[in-house]
T-cell receptor
Framework: KQEVTQIPAALSVPEGENLVLNCSFT??????LQWFRQDPGKGLTSLLL?????REQTSGRLNASLDKSSGRSTLYIAASQPGDSATYLC??????????FGKGTLLTVNP | DAGVIQSPRHEVTEMGQEVTLRCKPI?????LFWYRQTMMRGLELLIY????????DSGMPEDRFSAKMPNASFSTLKIQPSEPRDSAVYFC???????????FGPGTRLLVL
């Protein structure tokens, strides 16, 4: 059974700092790894999806990496802004439709 | 497109009452998911529909929970009778068959007293 862990549970940084969020998973037979953003009182927004055959994906200031052998993924946010404050969740996708979510990292970017 | 639409956004009810949550997926999406999010357990898949057919309901906690999808544009999640431990945020998500990206609705925050 896939288990996904995110550390730290919360992170506070000053504006402009580059930061890394971590995600680990137990089953290396992962189909894809997805990163989502959740704002308070809102649903989840998909940020990046990395297929199992890929090593990384980039979108603007975001870069996500995937290392299946070590069971790890990272989300790198460059030049953080207060608007980046949110909870970031990673999810491991199985060969079927199922996503197994971590509990998220609450990011606060202070002006 | 308006995105995934869920109603109501908030629901407060008393233990023992029936609760019905509603979802309208994005037009053209043929897969629909119901999730539950709590502080303790995080985000968990309850049930998955493909082309209006329930494919996997192994995440449904017990018989008090039921879900239907009578057509491609509407789904319901019903809890009868509701209990305080059902208090959570319930999300609906949809996707197309050719994509792995799920699009989430804003959620229904349920409080059972």
């Amino acid at each position: 059974k896939q288990e996904v862990t995110q550390i730290p549970a919360a992170l506070s940084v000053p504006e402009g700092e580059n930061l890394v969020l971590n995600c680990s998973f137990t089953d290396s037979a992962i189909y894809n790894l997805q990163w989502f953003r959740q704002d308070p009182g809102k649903g989840l927004t998909s940020l990046l999806l990395i297929q199992s055959s890929q090593r990384e994906q980039t979108s603007g200031r975001l870069n996500a990496s995937l290392d299946k052998s070590s069971g790890r993924s990272t989300l790198y946010i460059a030049a953080s802004q207060p608007g980046d404050s949110a909870t970031y969740l990673c999810a491991g996708g199985g060969s079927n439709y199922k996503l197994t979510f971590g509990k998220g990292t609450l990011l606060t970017v202070n002006p | 497109d308006a995105g995934v639409i869920q109603s109501p956004r908030h629901e407060v009810t008393e233990m023992g009452q029936e609760v019905t949550l509603r979802c309208k997926p994005i037009s053209g999406h043929n897969s629909l998911f119901w999730y539950r999010q709590t502080m303790m357990r995080g985000l968990e898949l309850l049930i998955y529909f493909n082309n209006n057919v329930p494919i996997d309901d192994s995440g449904m906690p017990e018989d008090r929970f039921s879900a239907k999808m009578p057509n491609a544009s509407f789904s319901t999640l019903k809890i009868q009778p509701s209990e305080p431990r059902d208090s959570a945020v319930y999300f609906c998500a949809s996707k197309t068959g050719g994509s792995e990206t799920q699009y989430f609705g804003p959620g229904t925050r349920l409080l059972v007293l």
